[in-house]
Protein backbone atom coordinates (compact mmCIF):
# COMPACT_ATOMS: atom_id res chain seq x y z
CA UNK A 1 0.00 0.00 0.00
CA UNK A 2 1.45 3.45 -1.01
CA UNK A 3 1.74 5.83 1.27
CA UNK A 4 -0.78 9.12 1.41
CA UNK A 5 0.92 12.20 0.44
CA UNK A 6 1.35 14.33 2.68
CA UNK A 7 3.13 17.88 3.48
CA UNK A 8 6.05 18.51 5.06
CA UNK A 9 3.79 20.70 7.81
CA UNK A 10 1.92 17.54 9.76
CA UNK A 11 3.26 16.26 13.04
CA UNK A 12 4.78 12.81 12.87
CA UNK A 13 2.47 9.50 13.07
CA UNK A 14 4.87 6.59 13.07
CA UNK A 15 7.89 7.20 14.97
CA UNK A 16 11.03 5.45 13.04
CA UNK A 17 13.80 7.52 15.28
CA UNK A 18 17.72 6.72 15.01
CA UNK A 19 16.67 4.70 18.07
CA UNK A 20 15.49 2.26 16.27
CA UNK A 21 18.04 2.19 13.75
CA UNK A 22 20.79 2.07 16.81
CA UNK A 23 19.41 -1.11 18.48
CA UNK A 24 18.96 -2.27 15.22
CA UNK A 25 22.84 -1.77 14.30
CA UNK A 26 23.61 -3.38 18.01
CA UNK A 27 21.41 -6.56 17.03
CA UNK A 28 23.25 -7.15 14.20
CA UNK A 29 26.55 -6.71 15.92
CA UNK A 30 25.49 -8.75 18.35
CA UNK A 31 24.11 -11.57 16.35
CA UNK A 32 25.42 -11.36 12.25
CA UNK A 33 23.62 -14.96 11.67
CA UNK A 34 20.75 -14.24 12.68
CA UNK A 35 17.59 -12.54 10.55
CA UNK A 36 17.38 -8.77 10.91
CA UNK A 37 14.10 -7.82 13.03
CA UNK A 38 12.13 -5.28 11.21
CA UNK A 39 11.50 -2.96 13.82
CA UNK A 40 8.89 -0.80 12.06
CA UNK A 41 5.32 -1.41 13.01
CA UNK A 42 3.49 -1.30 9.58
CA UNK A 43 1.57 1.82 9.44
CA UNK A 44 2.97 3.55 6.09
CA UNK A 45 6.16 5.16 6.96
CA UNK A 46 8.99 3.14 5.18
CA UNK A 47 11.96 2.77 7.69
CA UNK A 48 15.11 3.40 5.57
CA UNK A 49 18.89 1.64 6.19
CA UNK A 50 20.51 0.93 9.91
CA UNK A 51 21.91 4.09 11.24
CA UNK A 52 22.45 5.94 14.56
CA UNK A 53 23.39 9.55 15.23
CA UNK A 54 25.67 11.01 17.76
CA UNK A 55 24.40 14.25 18.78
CA UNK A 56 26.70 16.67 20.38
CA UNK A 57 25.35 17.89 23.03
CA UNK A 58 25.74 20.62 26.16
CA UNK A 59 24.85 19.11 29.37
CA UNK A 60 22.41 20.85 31.30
CA UNK A 61 20.13 20.15 34.06
CA UNK A 62 16.68 18.17 33.05
CA UNK A 63 15.22 21.65 35.30
CA UNK A 64 17.37 23.98 32.79
CA UNK A 65 16.62 22.07 29.93
CA UNK A 66 12.57 22.00 30.63
CA UNK A 67 12.24 25.63 31.69
CA UNK A 68 15.45 27.94 30.65
CA UNK A 69 15.66 29.15 26.94
CA UNK A 70 17.92 27.66 24.38
CA UNK A 71 16.93 30.07 21.51
CA UNK A 72 14.20 32.29 20.45
CA UNK A 73 12.41 31.93 17.62
CA UNK A 74 9.79 34.68 16.39
CA UNK A 75 9.60 35.78 19.93
CA UNK A 76 8.74 32.47 21.08
CA UNK A 77 11.22 30.90 24.21
CA UNK A 78 12.49 27.93 22.65
CA UNK A 79 13.49 25.44 25.26
CA UNK A 80 16.50 22.85 24.86
CA UNK A 81 13.60 19.62 25.45
CA UNK A 82 11.59 21.84 22.61
CA UNK A 83 14.68 21.83 20.19
CA UNK A 84 16.01 18.56 20.94
CA UNK A 85 12.76 17.36 19.70
CA UNK A 86 12.22 19.10 16.53
CA UNK A 87 16.14 18.29 16.13
CA UNK A 88 15.39 14.42 16.03
CA UNK A 89 11.93 15.01 13.84
CA UNK A 90 13.92 17.14 11.57
CA UNK A 91 16.36 14.49 11.04
CA UNK A 92 14.42 11.74 10.97
CA UNK A 93 12.60 12.77 8.22
CA UNK A 94 15.55 13.86 6.49
CA UNK A 95 17.35 9.94 6.87
CA UNK A 96 13.95 8.50 6.07
CA UNK A 97 14.04 10.26 2.40
CA UNK A 98 18.06 10.38 2.27
CA UNK A 99 19.63 7.59 4.32
CA UNK A 100 20.14 5.20 1.41
CA UNK A 101 22.50 7.78 0.03
CA UNK A 102 24.43 9.31 2.86
CA UNK A 103 27.24 7.39 2.98
CA UNK A 104 27.97 8.49 -0.68
CA UNK A 105 27.70 11.81 0.98
CA UNK A 106 30.58 11.05 3.17
CA UNK A 107 28.40 10.76 6.08
CA UNK A 108 29.49 8.84 9.70
CA UNK A 109 25.89 9.09 11.59
CA UNK A 110 27.95 7.41 14.28
CA UNK A 111 30.54 9.68 14.72
CA UNK A 112 30.46 13.57 15.79
CA UNK A 113 28.61 15.74 13.35
CA UNK A 114 29.95 18.47 14.56
CA UNK A 115 33.44 17.46 13.34
CA UNK A 116 31.99 16.34 9.79
CA UNK A 117 31.70 18.40 6.63
CA UNK A 118 28.71 19.10 4.72
CA UNK A 119 30.41 21.68 2.69
CA UNK A 120 33.21 24.17 2.91
CA UNK A 121 32.30 26.45 5.61
CA UNK A 122 29.25 23.66 7.22
CA UNK A 123 29.81 20.88 9.61
CA UNK A 124 26.66 18.43 9.27
CA UNK A 125 25.80 19.31 12.59
CA UNK A 126 25.46 22.72 11.47
CA UNK A 127 22.99 21.47 8.79
CA UNK A 128 20.79 20.28 10.94
CA UNK A 129 20.63 22.78 13.41
CA UNK A 130 19.71 25.15 10.21
CA UNK A 131 16.70 22.35 9.16
CA UNK A 132 15.95 22.21 13.25
CA UNK A 133 15.35 26.36 13.10
CA UNK A 134 13.53 26.36 9.62
CA UNK A 135 11.09 23.49 10.76
CA UNK A 136 10.38 25.60 14.20
CA UNK A 137 9.97 28.78 12.16
CA UNK A 138 7.28 27.24 10.37
CA UNK A 139 5.22 25.60 13.21
CA UNK A 140 5.29 28.57 15.06
CA UNK A 141 4.31 30.97 12.39
CA UNK A 142 1.66 28.47 11.55
CA UNK A 143 0.38 28.40 15.21
CA UNK A 144 0.54 31.82 15.78
CA UNK A 145 -1.60 32.32 12.33
CA UNK A 146 -3.85 29.70 13.54
CA UNK A 147 -4.66 31.36 16.23
CA UNK A 148 -4.74 34.78 14.74
CA UNK A 149 -7.48 33.30 12.42
CA UNK A 150 -9.88 31.65 15.40
CA UNK A 151 -8.54 28.04 14.35
CA UNK A 152 -8.97 25.22 16.97
CA UNK A 153 -8.04 21.85 17.18
CA UNK A 154 -8.06 18.97 19.71
CA UNK A 155 -5.06 16.75 19.40
CA UNK A 156 -6.03 14.90 22.20
CA UNK A 157 -6.69 11.79 20.47
CA UNK A 158 -3.67 12.16 17.76
CA UNK A 159 -1.35 12.58 21.48
CA UNK A 160 -2.99 9.28 22.89
CA UNK A 161 -2.39 7.36 20.01
CA UNK A 162 1.24 8.99 19.77
CA UNK A 163 2.25 7.61 23.39
CA UNK A 164 0.52 4.21 22.31
CA UNK A 165 2.61 4.29 19.49
CA UNK A 166 5.73 5.13 21.63
CA UNK A 167 5.08 2.13 24.00
CA UNK A 168 4.61 -0.36 21.02
CA UNK A 169 7.89 1.00 19.68
CA UNK A 170 9.60 0.50 22.65
CA UNK A 171 7.91 -3.12 23.58
CA UNK A 172 9.52 -4.05 20.22
CA UNK A 173 13.14 -2.73 20.73
CA UNK A 174 12.98 -4.34 24.76
CA UNK A 175 13.25 -1.27 26.22
CA UNK A 176 11.06 1.34 28.68
CA UNK A 177 9.31 3.88 27.78
CA UNK A 178 11.06 6.57 29.28
CA UNK A 179 14.35 4.88 27.84
CA UNK A 180 13.20 5.31 24.19
CA UNK A 181 11.75 8.71 24.86
CA UNK A 182 15.10 10.01 25.65
CA UNK A 183 17.18 7.90 23.11
CA UNK A 184 14.28 9.17 20.03
CA UNK A 185 13.30 12.88 21.04
CA UNK A 186 16.05 14.05 23.07
CA UNK A 187 18.01 13.11 26.60
CA UNK A 188 14.97 15.15 28.50
CA UNK A 189 12.24 13.75 26.55
CA UNK A 190 8.88 12.72 28.24
CA UNK A 191 6.07 11.73 27.76
CA UNK A 192 4.50 14.76 29.35
CA UNK A 193 7.21 17.31 28.66
CA UNK A 194 6.57 16.73 24.54
CA UNK A 195 2.68 16.90 24.84
CA UNK A 196 2.45 20.86 23.89
CA UNK A 197 4.85 20.29 21.06
CA UNK A 198 3.01 16.96 19.84
CA UNK A 199 -0.54 18.67 19.85
CA UNK A 200 0.86 21.79 18.48
CA UNK A 201 2.45 19.73 15.53
CA UNK A 202 -1.01 18.31 14.67
CA UNK A 203 -3.12 21.26 15.12
CA UNK A 204 -0.29 22.79 12.54
CA UNK A 205 -1.12 19.64 9.88
CA UNK A 206 -4.48 20.62 10.85
CA UNK A 207 -4.26 24.36 10.11
CA UNK A 208 -2.13 23.96 6.96
CA UNK A 209 -5.09 21.94 5.51
CA UNK A 210 -7.38 24.02 6.04
CA UNK A 211 -5.48 26.90 4.58
CA UNK A 212 -4.52 24.57 1.39
CA UNK A 213 -7.72 23.76 0.77
CA UNK A 214 -8.94 27.59 0.33
CA UNK A 215 -6.43 28.04 -2.06
CA UNK A 216 -7.46 25.17 -4.51
CA UNK A 217 -7.72 26.30 -8.02
CA UNK A 218 -10.57 26.57 -9.94
CA UNK A 219 -11.04 24.21 -13.50
CA UNK A 220 -10.46 27.03 -15.25
CA UNK A 221 -7.34 27.40 -13.48
CA UNK A 222 -6.30 23.71 -13.58
CA UNK A 223 -7.20 24.11 -17.17
CA UNK A 224 -5.40 27.10 -18.39
CA UNK A 225 -2.51 25.45 -16.38
CA UNK A 226 -2.86 22.44 -18.41
CA UNK A 227 -2.81 24.36 -21.46
CA UNK A 228 0.56 26.21 -20.93
CA UNK A 229 2.44 22.83 -19.78
CA UNK A 230 1.28 20.35 -21.92
CA UNK A 231 4.77 18.63 -22.73
CA UNK A 232 4.46 17.69 -19.06
CA UNK A 233 1.08 16.18 -18.88
CA UNK A 234 0.16 14.90 -22.47
CA UNK A 235 0.91 10.96 -23.27
CA UNK A 236 2.44 9.45 -26.58
CA UNK A 237 2.32 6.41 -28.54
CA UNK A 238 4.63 5.05 -30.76
CA UNK A 239 6.65 2.96 -32.51
CA UNK A 240 10.20 2.17 -32.20
CA UNK A 241 13.56 0.34 -33.27
CA UNK A 242 17.27 0.79 -32.09
CA UNK A 243 20.41 0.23 -33.61
CA UNK A 244 23.34 -0.09 -32.12
CA UNK A 245 26.60 0.54 -34.48
CA UNK A 246 29.32 -2.51 -34.14
CA UNK A 247 31.80 0.29 -33.15
CA UNK A 248 35.27 -1.34 -32.49
CA UNK A 249 36.19 -1.69 -28.42
CA UNK A 250 38.96 0.43 -27.25
CA UNK A 251 41.55 -1.76 -26.52
CA UNK A 252 44.69 -1.55 -23.59
CA UNK A 253 47.94 -1.55 -24.92
CA UNK A 254 51.34 -2.25 -22.79
CA UNK A 255 54.15 -0.12 -23.70
CA UNK A 256 57.51 -0.58 -23.71
CA UNK A 257 57.85 0.97 -20.16
CA UNK A 258 55.45 -1.79 -18.54
CA UNK A 259 52.55 1.28 -18.41
CA UNK A 260 49.36 0.34 -20.12
CA UNK A 261 47.44 2.83 -22.18
CA UNK A 262 43.58 2.68 -24.16
CA UNK A 263 43.73 3.32 -27.98
CA UNK A 264 40.56 4.49 -29.15
CA UNK A 265 39.08 2.60 -32.68
CA UNK A 266 40.44 4.81 -35.54
CA UNK A 267 37.67 7.74 -36.82
CA UNK A 268 37.55 5.04 -40.09
CA UNK A 269 36.63 2.16 -38.20
CA UNK A 270 33.99 4.34 -36.49
CA UNK A 271 32.44 5.66 -39.71
CA UNK A 272 32.10 2.75 -41.23
CA UNK A 273 30.41 1.07 -38.34
CA UNK A 274 27.31 4.22 -38.21
CA UNK A 275 27.69 3.95 -41.73
CA UNK A 276 26.49 0.01 -41.89
CA UNK A 277 24.31 0.88 -38.82
CA UNK A 278 22.41 3.63 -40.77
CA UNK A 279 22.07 1.17 -43.40
CA UNK A 280 20.44 -1.19 -41.05
CA UNK A 281 17.99 1.94 -39.88
CA UNK A 282 16.50 2.65 -43.48
CA UNK A 283 15.53 -1.10 -43.88
CA UNK A 284 14.04 -0.91 -40.29
CA UNK A 285 12.37 1.89 -41.18
CA UNK A 286 10.63 -0.30 -43.88
CA UNK A 287 9.24 -2.52 -41.71
CA UNK A 288 8.94 -0.59 -38.84
CA UNK A 289 4.69 -0.85 -38.56
CA UNK A 290 5.93 -4.91 -37.98
CA UNK A 291 8.57 -5.45 -36.21
CA UNK A 292 8.75 -1.99 -33.98
CA UNK A 293 8.27 -1.74 -30.55
CA UNK A 294 5.66 -0.34 -29.29
CA UNK A 295 5.11 2.22 -26.60
CA UNK A 296 2.32 3.55 -25.19
CA UNK A 297 1.09 5.79 -22.68
CA UNK A 298 4.60 7.59 -22.37
CA UNK A 299 4.82 10.94 -20.77
CA UNK A 300 7.52 13.80 -21.33
CA UNK A 301 9.85 11.87 -18.76
CA UNK A 302 11.17 9.58 -21.94
CA UNK A 303 14.69 8.54 -20.64
CA UNK A 304 16.19 9.95 -24.04
CA UNK A 305 15.68 13.84 -24.75
CA UNK A 306 16.59 13.29 -28.36
CA UNK A 307 13.42 11.89 -29.37
CA UNK A 308 11.47 13.12 -26.76
CA UNK A 309 11.89 16.58 -28.55
CA UNK A 310 10.68 15.02 -31.58
CA UNK A 311 7.89 13.31 -30.45
CA UNK A 312 6.25 15.98 -28.08
CA UNK A 313 6.84 19.01 -31.36
CA UNK A 314 3.63 20.22 -32.00
CA UNK A 315 3.94 19.69 -35.61
CA UNK A 316 3.68 15.93 -35.29
CA UNK A 317 0.71 14.06 -36.94
CA UNK A 318 -0.01 10.28 -37.04
CA UNK A 319 2.17 8.64 -39.22
CA UNK A 320 5.09 10.75 -39.15
CA UNK A 321 8.35 8.52 -39.16
CA UNK A 322 12.20 9.79 -38.48
CA UNK A 323 15.43 7.91 -37.70
CA UNK A 324 17.75 9.74 -35.08
CA UNK A 325 21.59 9.96 -34.93
CA UNK A 326 22.93 9.52 -31.60
CA UNK A 327 26.58 10.31 -31.71
CA UNK A 328 27.50 9.98 -28.18
CA UNK A 329 26.13 6.36 -28.15
CA UNK A 330 26.97 5.34 -31.87
CA UNK A 331 23.52 4.53 -32.39
CA UNK A 332 20.00 4.89 -34.15
CA UNK A 333 16.59 5.77 -33.26
CA UNK A 334 14.10 4.71 -35.79
CA UNK A 335 10.32 6.14 -34.92
CA UNK A 336 7.21 6.34 -36.06
CA UNK A 337 4.71 8.86 -34.44
CA UNK A 338 0.75 7.04 -33.19
CA UNK A 339 -0.75 9.48 -31.29
CA UNK A 340 -0.54 12.34 -28.95
CA UNK A 341 -3.17 12.56 -25.76
CA UNK A 342 -4.15 13.42 -22.70
CA UNK A 343 -4.66 10.25 -20.57
CA UNK A 344 -7.88 10.14 -18.29
CA UNK A 345 -6.25 7.84 -15.49
CA UNK A 346 -9.39 8.10 -13.47
CA UNK A 347 -8.51 8.30 -9.78
CA UNK A 348 -10.59 6.69 -6.99
CA UNK A 349 -12.11 7.47 -3.60
CA UNK A 350 -11.36 4.23 -1.47
CA UNK A 351 -11.33 3.47 2.56
CA UNK A 352 -8.19 0.91 3.66
CA UNK A 353 -7.75 -0.80 6.55
CA UNK A 354 -4.23 -2.36 7.21
CA UNK A 355 -3.43 -4.82 9.99
CA UNK A 356 0.06 -6.59 11.21
CA UNK A 357 -2.00 -8.92 13.37
CA UNK A 358 -5.60 -9.84 12.36
CA UNK A 359 -6.09 -11.80 8.95
CA UNK A 360 -7.93 -10.58 6.11
CA UNK A 361 -10.09 -13.50 6.53
CA UNK A 362 -10.91 -12.74 9.94
CA UNK A 363 -11.32 -9.10 9.28
CA UNK A 364 -13.96 -9.65 5.64
CA UNK A 365 -15.41 -12.34 7.90
CA UNK A 366 -16.56 -9.28 10.76
CA UNK A 367 -17.58 -7.54 7.92
CA UNK A 368 -19.84 -9.37 6.21
CA UNK A 369 -21.76 -10.17 9.25
CA UNK A 370 -22.20 -6.82 9.83
CA UNK A 371 -23.47 -5.84 6.27
CA UNK A 372 -20.76 -5.11 4.03
CA UNK A 373 -21.82 -1.64 4.78
CA UNK A 374 -19.37 1.64 4.76
CA UNK A 375 -20.04 2.90 8.16
CA UNK A 376 -19.91 -0.82 9.21
CA UNK A 377 -16.47 -0.60 7.25
CA UNK A 378 -15.48 2.52 9.49
CA UNK A 379 -15.99 1.24 12.34
CA UNK A 380 -13.26 -2.14 11.62
CA UNK A 381 -10.95 0.94 10.45
CA UNK A 382 -10.69 2.36 13.99
CA UNK A 383 -11.07 -0.93 15.52
CA UNK A 384 -7.87 -2.80 13.64
CA UNK A 385 -6.51 -0.27 11.20
CA UNK A 386 -2.54 0.29 12.06
CA UNK A 387 -2.18 2.57 8.83
CA UNK A 388 -1.62 6.29 10.89
CA UNK A 389 -2.39 8.13 7.78
CA UNK A 390 -5.97 7.40 7.46
CA UNK A 391 -6.82 5.68 10.54
CA UNK A 392 -7.88 8.84 11.89
CA UNK A 393 -10.35 9.09 9.05
CA UNK A 394 -12.19 6.01 8.33
CA UNK A 395 -9.14 4.86 6.18
CA UNK A 396 -10.32 7.15 3.44
CA UNK A 397 -7.84 7.79 0.84
CA UNK A 398 -9.32 10.48 -1.87
CA UNK A 399 -7.89 10.91 -5.59
CA UNK A 400 -5.79 8.19 -5.32
CA UNK A 401 -4.07 6.89 -9.04
CA UNK A 402 -3.94 3.07 -9.31
CA UNK A 403 -0.20 3.31 -9.96
CA UNK A 404 0.30 4.30 -6.26
CA UNK A 405 -0.99 1.01 -5.24
CA UNK A 406 0.90 -2.65 -5.43
CA UNK A 407 0.41 -4.28 -8.53
CA UNK A 408 -2.64 -6.79 -6.78
CA UNK A 409 -4.48 -3.36 -5.58
CA UNK A 410 -3.82 -1.65 -8.91
CA UNK A 411 -4.99 -4.33 -11.34
CA UNK A 412 -8.83 -4.48 -8.62
CA UNK A 413 -9.09 -1.01 -8.89
CA UNK A 414 -8.34 -0.61 -12.47
CA UNK A 415 -11.31 -3.56 -13.32
CA UNK A 416 -14.30 -2.57 -15.44
CA UNK A 417 -17.37 -2.11 -13.59
CA UNK A 418 -15.58 -0.90 -10.42
CA UNK A 419 -18.83 0.38 -7.86
CA UNK A 420 -19.45 1.93 -4.80
CA UNK A 421 -19.19 -0.82 -2.13
CA UNK A 422 -17.02 -3.56 -3.66
CA UNK A 423 -14.26 -4.80 -1.40
CA UNK A 424 -11.14 -6.45 -2.11
CA UNK A 425 -8.71 -7.93 -0.17
CA UNK A 426 -5.03 -8.47 -0.04
CA UNK A 427 -2.12 -9.55 1.99
CA UNK A 428 1.88 -8.08 1.44
CA UNK A 429 3.69 -11.71 2.83
CA UNK A 430 6.94 -9.94 2.33
CA UNK A 431 5.85 -6.94 4.73
CA UNK A 432 3.65 -9.02 6.82
CA UNK A 433 0.66 -6.59 6.25
CA UNK A 434 -2.78 -7.66 5.87
CA UNK A 435 -5.56 -4.85 3.34
CA UNK A 436 -9.17 -4.55 3.08
CA UNK A 437 -9.85 -1.92 0.40
CA UNK A 438 -13.41 -0.21 -0.05
CA UNK A 439 -14.47 1.07 -2.85
CA UNK A 440 -16.40 4.42 -2.53
CA UNK A 441 -16.48 6.63 -5.55
CA UNK A 442 -14.33 7.59 -8.53
CA UNK A 443 -12.55 10.73 -8.36
CA UNK A 444 -11.33 12.77 -10.90
CA UNK A 445 -8.70 12.44 -13.90
CA UNK A 446 -5.10 11.98 -12.27
CA UNK A 447 -3.53 14.93 -14.75
CA UNK A 448 -6.19 17.16 -12.63
CA UNK A 449 -5.59 16.05 -9.44
CA UNK A 450 -1.66 16.40 -10.32
CA UNK A 451 -2.07 19.97 -11.49
CA UNK A 452 -4.02 20.75 -8.55
CA UNK A 453 -1.62 19.65 -5.78
CA UNK A 454 0.99 21.16 -7.94
CA UNK A 455 -0.72 24.80 -7.99
CA UNK A 456 -1.74 24.44 -4.36
CA UNK A 457 2.28 23.10 -3.48
CA UNK A 458 3.49 26.67 -4.75
CA UNK A 459 0.86 28.69 -3.58
CA UNK A 460 1.04 27.16 0.26
CA UNK A 461 4.94 27.31 -0.16
CA UNK A 462 4.69 31.05 -0.88
CA UNK A 463 2.55 31.66 1.71
CA UNK A 464 5.01 30.10 4.38
CA UNK A 465 8.12 31.32 3.31
CA UNK A 466 6.37 34.63 3.94
CA UNK A 467 4.59 33.90 7.15
CA UNK A 468 8.02 32.59 8.47
CA UNK A 469 10.11 35.41 7.30
CA UNK A 470 9.65 37.68 10.27
CA UNK A 471 10.53 35.03 12.33
CA UNK A 472 14.10 35.88 13.68
CA UNK A 473 16.47 34.09 15.26
CA UNK A 474 18.16 34.95 18.77
CA UNK A 475 20.65 33.09 19.87
CA UNK A 476 22.32 35.08 22.66
CA UNK A 477 24.08 31.91 24.39
CA UNK A 478 25.74 30.75 21.08
CA UNK A 479 24.41 27.32 20.72
CA UNK A 480 23.96 27.52 16.80
CA UNK A 481 26.98 27.49 15.26
CA UNK A 482 25.73 27.62 11.47
CA UNK A 483 24.18 31.45 12.54
CA UNK A 484 28.09 32.38 12.65
CA UNK A 485 28.89 30.76 9.93
CA UNK A 486 25.92 32.45 7.65
CA UNK A 487 27.43 35.38 9.31
CA UNK A 488 31.05 35.10 8.09
CA UNK A 489 29.63 34.61 4.77
CA UNK A 490 27.27 38.10 4.98
CA UNK A 491 23.83 36.08 5.24
CA UNK A 492 22.76 38.88 7.43
CA UNK A 493 19.54 39.51 5.72
CA UNK A 494 16.60 40.85 8.22
CA UNK A 495 19.07 40.47 11.27
CA UNK A 496 18.46 41.94 14.47
CA UNK A 497 21.12 42.64 16.64
CA UNK A 498 21.48 39.00 17.68
CA UNK A 499 22.34 36.58 14.41
CA UNK A 500 19.39 35.79 12.45
CA UNK A 501 18.75 32.59 10.57
CA UNK A 502 17.74 33.02 6.47
Known amino acids: MA ?240 IVADVPEAETVTNADGTTSTVEPEEAAVTAAMEAAKAEADAALEVIDTEGEAKTSLNSEISYQLYEDWLFDTARVAGDTTILEDTNNNKYFVLKFIDRYLDDDITANIRVIMSSTVSCEDMLAELEAAGNTEEAFIELVEKYSEDAYSNTNGGLYEELSASYLDDEMSQWLNEAGRKAGDIFSYTDAEAGANYVLYYVSEGRPSWEVSIESTLVSELMNEYIEELKAPYEVEDPKGNLNYLKVLEEQGLTEGTTEATTAQ
Not at 8 to 26: F, G, L, S
Open 3 to 242: KKETSQNEAPQKIVTKYDRKVQQRKEAEAKEKKQKQLDKLVGILVIAVIAIAIAAIPVSKYMASHSTYVTVGGHDITRVEYDYYFNLSTTEYMNSYGSYLSYMGLDLSGDLSKQQYSDTMTWQDYFDRMTIDMIQQNKSLADAAEAAGFTYDASAEYEAFKATVKESALSVGVSTSRYYRESFGRYATASNLRPYIEEGYLVAAYYEEVSDSKAPSEAEILAYYEENKDTYDSVDYLITE
